[in-house]
């Protein structure tokens, strides 16, 4: 069964850090990853895609893929409260289906 | 991205009634998809609503107690039967478009009473 598992957290950062989220996936052929944003009674919004190895940068957002590694992670710079979230990392299947992982919990304290 | 419309947004029902959700696209998508989200977990798929013809279900999930619909490539329904407290939920839609990633309508909050 393919899976994508995240650490559940919380994980807690000071204003003003680097936010660092990681998620591992099982399925070698899969060749399209995404970070969704959640806040707390809201739908998931996807925030990064990334589709080749190495860094994808948007504003404070760099996604990181390593293939080899089957990792893929999401770094938030300069981390504001607004950032406070659970952060989804998904994996297209090879088909039109994605995998989520369970998210990782985000506090950044003021 | 697509316009996504779900509703309702929230709904209060009684055991053993039967709730319609509706999903509306301001434009033509390719995939449209049903997931559940219950309370502290991650999104569950429910099942692919197939334009035309019968819905294709994940494993846990079948016809009778979620029934949807998928009448042409913008819109689709997705109906809770009979329902108990264990289908307290959120249901949200999402939709792919080409090869572009999916995003998901702003959800629906069901309480089963």
């Known amino acids: 069964q393919k899976e994508v598992e995240q650490n559940s957290g919380p994980l807690s950062v000071p204003e003003g850090a680097i936010a660092s989220l990681n998620c591992t996936y099982s399925d070698r052929g899969s060749q399209s990853f995404f970070w969704y944003r959640q806040y707390s009674g809201k739908s998931p919004e996807l925030i990064m895609f990334?589709?080749?190895?190495g860094d994808k940068e948007d504003g404070r957002f760099t996604a990181q893929l390593n293939k080899a590694s089957q990792y893929v992670s999401l770094l938030i710079r300069d981390s504001q409260p607004s950032d406070s979230a659970t952060y989804l990392c998904?994996?297209?299947?090879?088909?039109?289906?994605?995998?989520f992982g369970a998210g990782t919990r985000l506090f950044v304290k003021a | 991205s697509a316009v996504i419309s779900q509703k309702p947004s929230r709904d209060i029902c009684q055991r053993g009634t039967s709730l319609t959700i509706q999903c509306q696209v301001d434009s033509q998508v390719t995939m449209m998809f049903w997931y559940r989200q219950q309370p502290g977990q991650s999104l569950t798929l429910i099942a692919t609503?197939?334009?035309?013809?019968?819905?294709?279900?994940e494993s846990g999930f079948v016809i009778d107690k979620f029934p949807i619909s998928r009448p042409n490539l913008t819109f689709s329904t997705l109906t809770v039967s009979n329902m108990s407290p264990e289908d307290s939920s959120i249901y949200l839609c999402?939709?792919?478009?080409?090869?572009?990633?999916?995003?998901f309508g702003d959800g629906t909050r069901l309480s089963i009473l």
């Open positions: 990334i589709y080749s190895n």
């Open positions: 609503a197939n334009q035309g013809s019968e819905a294709t279900y």
């Open positions: 998904a994996v297209n299947d090879g088909g039109f289906k994605t995998i």
């Open positions: 999402s939709v792919v478009t080409g090869s572009q990633p999916q995003h």
